[in-house]
């Protein structure tokens, strides 16, 4: 099995180097732009959050989201989803992750950048779009940067190709949408098998 990434490659040393200084400016940045975007929220969203106690890492932990918690916590993103902005989150069950090829998330978790990538590819920050909105839109910019298409089918609403489970699941910081597959990003990151 082989991880490769549209991204040029790097020696592992000057790779683990650049990781923490580009994930303390990828956070200073994304909560400079979350205060912004939080800051023209609806009452009435505000007040759909405030029916749950628990932010979106607990309340992802509770319904048992194991493997994208752990990958999660891999990359550093739990303080930011469980304390700060507002986030539509589109998880992938368990079963999920195991149809990625062999190897996938060992190679995942030894690169914290690709990782980062893939997971915020699952991220919208500043918005809560329910099952409702998601059905009026034909894509959605992700915490990645990339757009995520929209499709809504006979089945129901679909992202990036995944289906949504179950939808709506609410947290006190956002609202998370279970799918039945993982997004990669379009020309970021790919998994791929070797002959």
Known sequence: MLFTSGCSQQSAENET????????EYRGTERENL???VEGVPQEVLNVVEKSDRNVMQ???DRNFTTFVELLNVAGLEP???KEGIYTVFAPTNEAFDELPENAIPALENNTRELEKVLTYHVVAGKILMEKDLENMTSVKTLEGRELPINVTENGVQVGGANITEADIVASNGVIH???????????????TSP
């Open 17 to 24: 180097g650049n990781i923490e200084n580009n994930k303390t």
């Open 59 to 61: 309340t992802l932990a």
């Open 80 to 82: 930011l989803l469980a």
């Open 35 to 37: 205060k912004e975007e």
């Open 178 to 192: 279970q799918i039945d597959k993982v997004l990669i990003p379009p020309s970021g990151v790919e998994i791929t």
